[in-house]
């Protein structure tokens, strides 16, 4: 990869969406309504650029090695840390965890799989319903990271929240097992 693709717009927003993800846990350490509409707007700045980055580096013709290794490790760090940190303050909580652990194992294991098949030089693409399991995923941790605020304004946001992460959740799940069917055949080879 030449230096100026690491310098790259696509790859500048996936950089700036990695930087999003610990600032919007410092947000968290902070009281008041104030701090979780920063996070709220932080999270949405850093989708738009999940969306931005790889339609961009098509477009431009400016796709690299580093952006295509970077990119999903920023979009699973902001989920993760998102996850985490509403598990932390109760925004998710009692069954509601399951969603999030589902969601979570699912990252971990799907990335596994994917770097195990890039060895083999296997390619297993993202699929359609994969990116509207990032969507409404997206849209949930949106609506929970808003949490008392969002709530103030919206009554209901965090159910309707903890609604679409249990979404996300079944959807998780079938595009989680769509992975390992693509992959199981490579997996059992000696």
């Given amino acids: ?25 410092v947000c968290f350490y902070f009281p008041g309504f104030g701090a979780r509409w920063t996070a709220l707007a ?3 700045l850093a989708a738009v650029t999940d969306f931005l980055d790889g339609y961009l580096a098509r477009a431009w013709q400016q796709q690299s090695r580093l952006g295509q290794m970077l990119d999903p ?10 996850l985490l940190l509403m598990a932390g ?30 060895e083999l030089r296997v390619s297993v693409p ?39 992460l249990w979404i996300a959740a079944v959807l998780t799940l079938y595009t989680g097992y769509d992975y390992f069917r693509a992959g199981i055949g490579h997996l059992m080879t000696d």
């Fill in 73 to 82: 490790i920023a979009d699973k760090l902001l989920v993760a840390v998102c």
């Fill in 89 to 118: 303050d109760g925004t998710i909580g009692g069954w509601s965890m399951m969603a999030a652990i589902i969601i979570l194992c699912r990252e971990i294991l799907v990335s596994g799989l994917r770097e195990f098949l890039a």
């Fill in 1 to 25: 990869m030449s230096k100026s693709l690491a310098w790259s717009l696509p790859n500048l927003l996936t950089y700036g969406r990695i930087l999003a993800v610990p600032a919007v846990a």
């Fill in 42 to 44: 932080i999270f949405i």
């Fill in 126 to 164: 993202v699929t359609r319903l994969a990116k509207w399991k990032t969507a409404v995923q997206l849209v949930a941790l949106a609506l929970l990271l808003a949490g008392p605020a969002g709530e103030a304004l919206i009554p209901g946001a965090t159910l309707v929240g903890l609604m679409a």
